[in-house]
């Protein structure tokens, strides 16, 4: 199957940094990614999609100059949080999609746990 | 923005009984995807729904694309103190491959 690789698995860091969260599509090339964020108990939410070799589109309300994305490669796309503060804090999932045959399924990542101090 | 209804919001039921679950939007989505997810882990796939009226089983799972192209819902048969997790529904728009998901449905398995 598809798999999806995020790194770090979680993430503390002090207020007023920037945090780089990776996501790797291990098996398959992924020429889309989706980056969502997960409060405590509540659904995704998808904060951007992206796109490999051009820019990502965010959904409203998602502040792009704050959540710098990054697609470079078929199999990597990077996810910075500028400047973080601790309503940062969250868990971020990535996932893959673009897989040949299904093209309309997502493979999520196992997540990424910021939490800002 | 769409929004998915996604009931119920929470089950703790007995283990063995059966298990269902459904989602309902006012829009028509083209595609149905159901994930489950454990604490601290990313949405991993069940079932993913192509058509309006298909059924589609994984093991103990079924889930159902609606005619109406509307609704799906996801049964589990003779729970298992494993399946207990939080379970969403996803859908996506024609044309597009964003997923829309529903708020989730917390499962509690009593063994």
């Known amino acids: 199957g598809a798999v999806v690789s995020q790194h770090p698995s979680w993430v503390i860091c002090k207020s007023g940094t920037s945090v780089k969260i990776e996501c790797r599509s291990l098996?398959?090339?992924?020429?889309?990614m989706f980056w969502y964020r997960q409060f405590p108990k509540q659904s995704l939410m998808l904060m951007a999609t992206?796109?490999?070799?051009?820019?990502?589109?965010?959904e409203q309300g998602v502040e792009k100059d704050k959540f710098l994305i990054n697609h470079a490669s078929l199999t990597l796309s990077t996810l910075t949080v500028t400047s973080a503060h601790p309503e940062d804090s969250s868990f971020y999932i990535c996932s893959a999609g673009g897989l040949a045959g299904s093209y309309n399924e997502q493979f999520f990542g196992p997540g990424t746990r910021l939490t800002v101090l | 923005g769409q929004q998915l209804n996604q009931s119920p919001q929470s089950m703790f039921i007995q283990e063995g009984e059966d298990v269902s679950m459904n989602c309902t939007s006012s829009s028509i989505f083209n595609t149905w995807l159901w994930y489950k997810q454990e604490p601290g882990e990313g949405p991993v796939l069940l079932i993913a729904?192509?058509?309006?009226?298909e059924l589609t089983s994984n093991g103990r799972l079924t889930a159902q694309f609606g005619i109406t192209r509307k609704d799906s819902f996801l049964n589990i048969s003779a729970s298992i103190p494993s399946d207990v997790g939080i379970y969403f529904c996803?859908?996506?728009?024609?044309?597009?491959?964003?997923?829309?998901f529903g708020a989730g449905t917390i499962l509690r398995v009593k063994s």
């Open positions: 729904l192509y058509k309006a009226g």
């Open positions: 996803a859908g996506q728009l024609s044309g597009g491959n964003k997923l829309v």
């Open positions: 992206s796109n490999e070799g051009s820019k990502a589109t965010y």
């Open positions: 098996d398959f090339q992924a020429t889309t």
